[in-house]
């Protein structure tokens, strides 16, 4: 009988393993490398969600974990910096029925504002953590994270990275389906509320159930030793893998290399690759990459000569190991940033750490042509304004020939950091001061930023400035609290209009303009008056024409 393969990236395994392992509700915040899995959930017909952001995701994931349905909570990895407030409580509070985090790490900073390892999240929270690194195994782990889930009623955290969630591999699917769960509700407030007196027994839980977790883990199969070779022993995770095993397998300093015809036999012969013939190196492969299988690292460990850990990023395994006494050899720290490869890895293996010639000849990001964020960074360049920016397609106004955004940390930090330049500067360099935010990254986190506003006004006042190009951009396209529209595109939702939230918020002059001139003269007037304005320049973004509708609604997703 033949095997049906399908070739999909490991955004896309994850999503149809959530529609058959019978996932309720997928929410989330898009993110690049994460905001296609729930998008292919909902064309695969599950339901899906946009959050304003990641902590409202998780939260909202934790409320169907708690009335028994399965949820799947998407972000990537600095959504999860947004959302750790629920997601450390989740883990003392546990959950009544499953919720998956995937969380999506992007080193290398392909597209994102910093590069860091959230396997430290769940070390910290105390969450068991998964790490597929292809899409076969991500679409298994989502599966078994949901398994997981339920079993020790626990939320679990997916861990992937960008190679992960889009590159194609192939994927063989489960000969099962699952329902979703029937929701129920059981009131147990020593469990679910979270005061002192409840939370100091749920700590003890929680530990307790992380060494029965670590215990079963000894065991489990999703950690593996793939050959038997003594002279070299590699402990990788997640994509690492991928490029530890081809550096072994096509020869590097001081290994002999298992033949490529054997290895490309293993790779058709998915999903069990198991064959022990890697020359003479072995893997020690770990699936579930918190709570560690230590005993069974330890021996590994001891069975080779040179034990060596392959990890993209910081050095979480490594650390690991030899807080438990194991000892193991660890990467140059130059091999810390970036993502590794297969060239990287095999100078780590032969100690090369002669300095890597930087990538050369990509083309530098720009606003597209036509995009109305040009004109408005024309215009803010033009009147000589001190720009507190935000995180979205028009950052780009920072680079040449606009140079005209000063500062941009994380979203929603246009607002505050605005208002601390005002209130540190002089007055007259104080009034240049503006804040600005896309209409997503207003919604996200800009809310609190203007409460903040109207609460603890600067002498000069504050100009924030929302650039509404009805549609969230740079991470394609989603929707939002501000369009109208569910996650398919199609199904209407309230709108939330910023000029209105504005007004109800106190704010004494609300412009909505939509041209440069309309804009100049808005911002013009709102530098010369010592009070708060908001300006929405609302002109939609060139590439948001109608999109197709991604699904049918099924589940009252209308
Ligand atoms: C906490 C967090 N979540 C998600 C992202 C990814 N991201 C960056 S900007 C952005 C929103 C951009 O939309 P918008 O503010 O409307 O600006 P536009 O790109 O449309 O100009 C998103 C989702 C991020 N950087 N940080």
């Known amino acids: 009988m033949s095997i049906e393969r399908h070739l999909l990236s490991g955004n896309e395994a994850l999503a149809f ?22 998008e292919q959930f909902s064309i695969l017909g599950g339901r899906a969600q946009w959050a304003p952001n990641e902590k409202v995701a998780l939260e909202v994931g934790i409320g169907v974990a708690f009335a028994r349905g399965r949820a799947l909570v998407t972000m990537k990895h600095v959504g999860l910096n947004v959302a750790a407030d629920p997601f450390f409580s989740a883990a ?21 504002q910093n590069e860091q390892d959230s396997r430290r999240f769940a070390l910290a929270a105390g969450v068991p953590m998964l790490e597929p690194s292809d899409s076969q195994e991500a679409y298994e782990f989502m599966w078994e994270a949901l398994s997981l889930s339920e079993r020790w009623r626990s939320p679990v955290l997916l861990r992937i990275t960008t190679r992960v969630c889009h590159s194609k591999t192939a994927v063989v699917f489960r000969n099962e389906a699952r329902p979703a769960p ?3 509700f059981t009131r147990n407030i020593p469990e679910k509320v979270m005061i002192p007196a409840h939370a ?7 530990r307790e159930r992380l060494k029965a977790i670590q215990a079963w883990n000894e065991g489990s199969s999703l950690n593996r030793r793939i050959g038997e070779g003594k002279a070299l022993g590699i402990i990788t ?34 999903p069990d690759p198991s064959d022990p013939s890697e020359g003479s190196a072995s893997f020690f492969k770990v699936g579930m990459t918190y709570p560690l299988p230590l005993q069974r690292l330890r021996e590994f460990a001891a069975s080779v000569d040179r034990c060596i850990v392959i990890e993209e990023g910081d050095p979480y395994l490594v650390e690991s190991l030899r807080m438990a006494g194991i000892a193991v050899e ?6 810390r940033f970036g993502e590794l490869n297969v060239d990287r890895v095999r100078c780590i293996l032969s100690g090369d750490t002669a300095p890597e010639t930087p990538r050369t000849g990509a083309k530098p990001p720009e606003l597209c042509a036509g995009c109305p964020h040009r004109m408005t960074f024309t215009t803010l360049d033009r009147l000589n304004c001190i720009v507190s920016g935000d995180i979205g397609c028009y950052t780009l106004g920072a680079l040449p020939p606009f140079e005209a955004m000063d500062s941009q940390l994380c979203m929603g930090a246009s607002i505050g950091i605005g208002l601390g330049l005002r209130h540190t500067l002089r007055d007259e360099e104080a009034r240049r001061v503006v ?12 809310l609190t930023g203007l409460a903040e506003m109207v609460y603890n006004p600067p002498r000069t006042g504050h100009i924030l400035l929302i650039l509404d190009n009805g549609t969230t951009a740079m991470t394609g396209l989603q929707e939002h609290p501000g369009t109208g529209h569910g996650l398919n595109h199609r199904s209407s939702a309230t709108q939330v209009l910023p000029e209105n939230v504005a007004r109800a918020m106190g704010v004494p002059n609300v412009h909505v303009v939509d041209y440069g001139r309309a804009l100049e003269e808005a911002l013009e007037g709102a530098m010369g008056k010592d009070e708060l304005t908001v300006i929405i320049m609302r002109q939609p973004c060139r590439l948001n024409v109608k999109k197709p509708a991604t699904c049918e609604p099924e589940n009252g997703n209308d």
Do not use: C, N, W
């Open 17 to 38: 393993a959530a529609r058959q392992a019978g996932v309720s509700l997928g929410t989330g915040y898009p993110g690049t490398p994460s905001s296609e899995i729930l």
């Open 92 to 112: 003392f509070t546990g959950v009544d029925g499953a919720l998956v985090i995937v969380v999506a790490d992007d080193p290398g900073m392909s597209s994102s």
């Open 182 to 184: 029937a929701s129920a």
């Open 200 to 206: 100091r027994p749920a700590h003890r839980r929680l």
């Open 237 to 270: 995770s997640g994509v690492a893998f991928a490029h530890a095993r081809e550096a072994v397998i096509t020869g590097s300093a001081g290994i002999a290399a298992g033949s490529y015809a054997t290895i490309t036999q293993k790779q058709t012969d998915r």
């Open 330 to 335: 660890d990467k140059p720290e130059a091999f």
């Open 435 to 446: 804040s600005v935010i896309g209409d997503s990254t207003f919604f996200h986190s800009g």
